[in-house]
C-alpha cells in the first residue's frame, strides 16, 4: 500500500516560506496527493492536490517530483495561524475496491513570531 | 465552519457502555466519512457511507458500527467500550462517491472512556 513519510515537526519564522516535504515513494502512476491541516484538535481543513504538475490556490503551492516519489507544500508567507499539523495524504486501493485515504502522523508546524 | 455538524461535542461514559455519535453532511453531500483520533496520533479511517449504503471500511473494530439513513445523516456506534476508545472522532462529508472528493470535517466529539 502506498503511504507517505513527512518529517514530525518543522520550525518556520513569522513571515518566511514554509516548506514541508512529503516521500510518497510507492505512489501509484495514477494517483494523486493531497495535503490537508488540522490547527489545535479542530476538523482537518482541506489545503491542496496534485498529480503530477505543480499547483497553485490561495492558501499554497505543491511542488511535485518528476518521478512523483516526493513533494513539498509551500506556504509562502507563514503567519502565526497557520501553525498546525499538515497531513500529506495519498489514497489506497484499487477502483471500485475499498480506496481509502491514508492519513500518517503529519508534520507539526510552529510558525514563531 | 464547513457546515458538518456533530453530537454531541463531549461524552464522557464508563467502560462497557454503548455510545452513538451523530454526524449531519453539508447541505448536498452524498458521502459521510468517520475517523477515529487518539491522542496524538493521526486520523485513521474508519468507515465511508454513500448515499445510504458503506463504500469503503477502515480500520474498524467488529465493536464498532455506522449506517447512513435516508435524510443522509450519519451514526456511529461503539459498543463494549473500552478506555482505549477514548478520542476524537471525526465525521467528515463530500459531494460524490470518492475519497477524493474534498472533505469537509465537522468539529469532531471528543469520546472519554473512565
Known amino acids: 500500500d502506498a503511504k507517505t513519510t513527512q518529517p514530525p515537526s518543522m520550525d518556520c519564522a513569522e513571515g518566511r516560506a514554509a516548506n514541508l516535504p512529503c516521500n510518497h515513494s510507492?505512489?501509484?502512476?495514477?494517483?494523486?496527493v493531497y495535503w490537508y491541516r488540522q490547527i489545535h484538535s479542530q476538523g482537518p481543513q482541506y489545503i491542496i492536490h496534485?498529480?503530477?504538475?505543480?499547483e497553485t490556490n490561495e492558501m499554497a503551492s505543491l511542488i511535485i517530483t518528476e518521478d512523483r516519489k516526493s513533494s513539498t507544500l509551500i506556504l509562502p508567507h507563514a503567519t502565526l495561524r497557520d501553525t498546525a499539523v499538515y497531513y500529506c495524504?495519498?489514497?489506497?486501493?484499487?477502483?471500485?475496491?475499498?480506496?481509502?485515504?491514508?492519513w500518517g502522523l503529519g508534520t507539526s508546524l510552529a510558525v514563531n513570531p | 465552519d464547513s457546515g458538518v455538524t456533530q453530537t454531541p461535542k463531549h461524552l464522557i461514559t464508563a467502560t462497557g457502555q454503548r455510545v452513538t455519535l451523530r454526524c449531519s453532511p453539508r447541505?448536498?453531500?452524498?458521502?459521510v466519512y468517520w475517523y477515529q483520533q487518539s491522542l496524538d496520533q493521526g486520523l485513521q479511517f474508519l468507515i465511508q457511507?454513500?448515499?445510504?449504503?458503506?463504500?469503503a471500511k477502515g480500520n474498524i473494530l467488529e465493536r464498532f458500527s455506522a449506517q447512513q439513513f435516508p435524510d443522509l445523516h450519519s451514526e456511529l456506534n461503539l459498543s463494549s467500550l473500552e478506555l482505549g476508545d477514548s478520542a476524537l472522532y471525526f465525521c467528515?462529508?463530500?459531494?460524490?462517491?470518492?475519497?477524493?472528493?474534498?472533505?469537509?470535517f465537522g468539529p469532531g466529539t471528543r469520546l472519554t472512556v473512565l
Open positions: 467528515a462529508s463530500s459531494v460524490g462517491d470518492s475519497s477524493y472528493n474534498e472533505q469537509f
Open positions: 447541505s448536498g453531500d452524498l458521502s
Open positions: 457511507y454513500y448515499n445510504g449504503e458503506e463504500r
Open positions: 510507492t505512489i501509484s502512476g495514477n494517483e494523486y
Open positions: 496534485g498529480l503530477k504538475n505543480n
Open positions: 495524504i495519498v489514497r489506497v486501493g484499487k477502483a471500485g475496491n475499498n480506496r481509502k485515504l491514508i
